[in-house]
């Protein structure tokens, strides 16, 4: 056949360009994660203490399932949340969530709780934005 050699050509670049995309994508996924990885436990809680409200919170933390006494044992808890979910994410989180943020959160705070009032879906993009803008955390 005339246009043979051409579409194998065709096929070719075809699967070259499909290789070099993906690896392109996996790499900014890999380095997203890491950098997500590289927040601090504080720099977390600090997150989503001002995502909870901060001050102004009914619950400090968002601290809803144990009491605490002050906040710096509501500030206990949290970090101590994340810590145990950093290992459970690379435990097996995972394998349900692209990252350990998203992970945390269906932990969290999760949506569709029994105590979720439908603002449980803004929890990540404001810990996000919290963890992504540093200088509007002020305690």
């Known amino acids: 056949m005339k246009g043979e050699p051409a579409m194998k050509r065709t096929i070719f670049t075809t699967i070259i360009i499909s ?80 990252t350990y943020l998203e992970f945390l959160q269906s932990r969290y705070c999760p949506i569709g709780c029994d105590n979720d009032k439908g603002d449980n879906k803004h929890w990540l993009g404001n810990v996000i934005w919290f963890l992504n803008n540093p200088k509007e955390i002020i305690k």
């Open 19 to 98: 290789i070099i995309m993906t690896t392109i994508l996996s790499a900014i996924t890999f380095a997203y994660n890491i950098k997500e990885h590289n927040y601090t436990d504080e720099q977390i809680a600090d997150a989503i203490f001002l995502a909870e409200g901060g001050y102004n919170a009914n619950f400090l933390y968002g601290i809803v399932s144990v009491e605490y006494k002050d906040e710096a044992d509501a500030r206990r808890i949290c970090i101590n949340t994340i810590n145990n979910n950093r290992k459970r994410y690379a435990d097996y989180g995972y394998k349900q969530y692209n």
